[in-house]
């Protein structure tokens, strides 16, 4: 990794600009996504339209609508900032809305767009006490009839900016003012206006509250999609997500050091007269970040008692004494953003932008790690064991490959099969289990440590746990780690409670109970409202008490044919775009119904069907969630044909992101 980095995680963003249409479309009002702030990225543009319901996207930069362009994004273009005589004609050509307050470039525009044949929007800005751009209300029915005298421009609407310059805050009163002025605006033209523009994200606790003016049908939101809070109250949007953006850099120095300056106090670098409150001697760290990346009075820590002092052009400086001996030199610090943070992290060339997208099928640079777990120890039947050679006999690497990923296998790595016997003890068992999952535990974290994503093949169940382990350990530790599974059965059985005594039927309560008998995960156990069940259908009835009083996201065939499978990874998705750690998916061949995969230890029917299986894996992939991935509990005795297997395989190369087209 290179530091300092913006992570910007794409599904959170999509589901911040979901939120925001939602809550805008019960109002009766259109949303003009906001992205001056991240620099007109294709990536992040693309993520807010994936939300449905937006179709405009505004900027003020020309720059970057000519960056959108040329990357093939599909949609309306608003600039936002009052044109420059000499930008008319690019403006024209590239965007197909304005604001605008001034005669001499509506009437440049106009000119421009008759060259061309085009006609270019008009949004005229009406100033509501703000004092930044914006015609006098009085004013407003005298220019917009010279506007409609122009060929080439179309006014379409009337808008308002607050709270940006003069820091008027958006009102009942206020908006009134605006839609008053468009009604006398729509009187002298004998016409309705289509656009009556509310402001930006500062108008969103008015709407929230039920005081916007009803005839306000516009609002363009930058901060309440990117950032998921209002600029106004600075307040958490209902839905959202505030940790979309978050910028990470290095420890380069941490000691004991006095917390005031010793010596004559100066002007600093920036022409500041610092002042320094002396607390004694304080532990502190020094982050390889400045001025030059980063506004350092808009982040804030992700380690709770962190203390931000201050920051020279290439150091961020804050006191970690009350954090104890956590954070070290060469340690990962983590930091929200507000605002301003957001625009210099983006706008500097110095901060590594990383999208959270794990696995890309355009990656031709990208590598995977097949990693074998030959076990059926926790299964109820040998078998299982036979699994991953098998898998790769139907083809998996050249398919893989054909991708465009680079594949890594060592398929003697674990030289001894770790095969069911009934003649083995409980016990026996537990430390077999134990010890392979410690061994497949080591390769996904050397794995996941060279940035290559570790496709584990089971085996029966249990080396999820091994999966789910290192995903964990090895990402920052403030960060959440998510776990998807697919089966019929939900493996969350406690010694105490299983009626079998298989041990694969104990996986998930391994991997979510530290207290467990299965002492794999430690302390590292993945949080209960951080893992999702899919295609549930035979649960024991201790199992199904357990998993009611859970807070585990629970979809049973029974929920998902009542959802469709689309509605059941969509929510699913959003329940899991908090983890930062990645996401750890798990498909068992028994979710399937047996007419389509019979090779599987214990058949139950009435399963996901194969289109199913795949919408769900293409879905995933999407996303950028994922971390790593296993398949599970096919069994080659009972396959037919290897059509079990092979079915797998197309499932794994869907997962990486195969298409039609």
Do not use: W
Not at 559 to 586: A, M, P, W, Y
Not at 638 to 654: E, F, H, P, W, Y
């Amino acid at each position: 990794m290179n530091y300092p980095m913006l992570e910007i995680n794409l599904p959170k963003i999509t589901g911040n600009a979901k939120a925001i249409v939602d809550l805008c479309s019960k109002n009766g009002i259109q949303v003009c996504a906001v992205v001056k702030s991240v620099c007109g990225s294709p990536e992040i543009v693309r993520s807010v339209l994936a939300c449905g319901g937006i179709r405009q996207i505004g900027d003020s930069r020309i720059v970057n609508f000519d960056r959108l362009r040329n990357d093939g994004v599909d949609a309306e273009f608003m600039m936002l900032r009052i044109p420059m005589l000499s930008q008319c004609p690019k403006i024209v050509s590239m965007c197909d809305y304005s604001l605008n307050s001034e005669i001499p470039v509506i009437s440049a525009l106009a000119r421009e767009a008759g060259k061309t044949g085009r006609t270019h929007k008009i949004i005229l800005m009406i100033d509501a006490g703000d004092l930044r751009e914006g015609i006098l209300p009085e004013d407003a029915p005298c220019i917009a009839e010279q506007i409609t005298e122009m060929p080439g421009v179309k006014l379409v609407g009337a808008g308002v900016n607050l709270s940006c310059y003069g820091g008027v805050k958006p009102t009942e009163k206020n908006l009134t003012l605006l839609v008053e002025c468009v009604e006398n605006i729509e009187k002298r033209l004998g016409r309705n206006l289509e656009i009556i523009s509310g402001g930006n994200s500062s108008s969103l606790p008015l709407l929230i509250s039920g005081k916007m003016p009803s005839r306000i049908n516009h609002l363009r939101i930058g901060e309440g999609i990117l950032l998921g809070r209002d600029t106004l109250e600075c307040k958490a949007l209902p839905g959202t997500y505030q940790d979309a953006f978050i910028f990470k850099t290095e420890v380069i120095e941490a000691g004991r050091k006095p917390s005031a300056p010793i010596g004559e106090i100066v002007r600093d670098a920036f022409g500041r007269c610092p002042k320094f409150e002396n607390r004694g001697i304080r532990r502190r760290a020094i982050l390889g970040a400045g001025r030059q990346d980063i506004v350092p009075e808009a982040l804030k820590p992700f380690a709770a008692k962190a203390e931000i002092l201050g920051a020279s052009s290439d150091h961020l400086l804050l006191d970690i004494d009350d954090c104890g001996n956590e954070i070290n030199t060469g340690d990962i610090m983590s930091f929200r953003l507000e605002y301003s943070a957001l625009l210099s992290a983006m706008t500097s060339v110095y901060v590594n932008k990383e999208f959270i997208n794990n696995v890309s099928r355009e990656g031709k640079n990208k590598s995977i790690r097949i990693i074998y777990a030959p076990t059926s120890t926790g299964a109820n039947m040998p078998g299982a064991e036979l699994a991953p050679k098998l898998l790769v006999k139907c083809g998996l690497i050249p398919q893989l490959k054909n991708l465009g990923f680079e594949i890594e296998h060592y398929p003697d790595s674990l030289n001894n099969k770790f095969i069911y016997s009934k003649e083995r003890s409980f016990d026996e068992k537990i430390k077999l289990t134990e010890n392979i999952n410690k061994n497949v535990s080591g390769e996904i974290i050397q794995c996941l440590g060279q940035n290559k994503f570790p496709l584990l093949l089971g085996g029966d169940h249990t080396v999820t746990i091994a999966a789910a382990t290192a995903l964990t350990k090895h990402r920052d530790k403030n960060d959440e780690t998510g776990l998807i599974l697919f089966g019929a059965f939900a493996n969350f059985n406690s010694a105490r409670t299983s009626t079998s005594g298989n041990l694969h039927g104990l996986t998930l309560d391994a991997c979510t109970n530290g207290k467990n008998i299965l002492h794999i995960m430690g302390s590292k156990n993945i949080p209960q409202k951080n893992v999702a069940l899919i295609g549930l259908r035979d649960l024991d009835s201790k199992e199904r008490e357990r998993l009611r009083k859970s807070q585990i996201n629970t979809f049973t065939m029974e929920k998902i044919d009542f959802l469709g499978i689309r509605e059941t990874i969509t929510q699913i998705l959003h329940k899991l775009c908090h983890c930062r750690n990645g996401v750890h998916l798990s498909f068992s061949m028994d979710v399937l119904s047996p007419e389509f995969a019979p090779g599987v230890s214990l058949p139950v029917d009435n399963g996901l069907n194969i289109r199913e299986a795949h919408l769900s894996l293409e879905m995933i992939h999407a996303s950028g969630l994922l971390a790593s991935a296993d398949f599970v509990e096919y069994n080659p005795r009972r396959d037919m044909q290897s059509a079990t297997g092979k079915l797998a395989v197309n499932l794994i190369c869907t997962l990486f992101g195969k298409t039609i087209v």
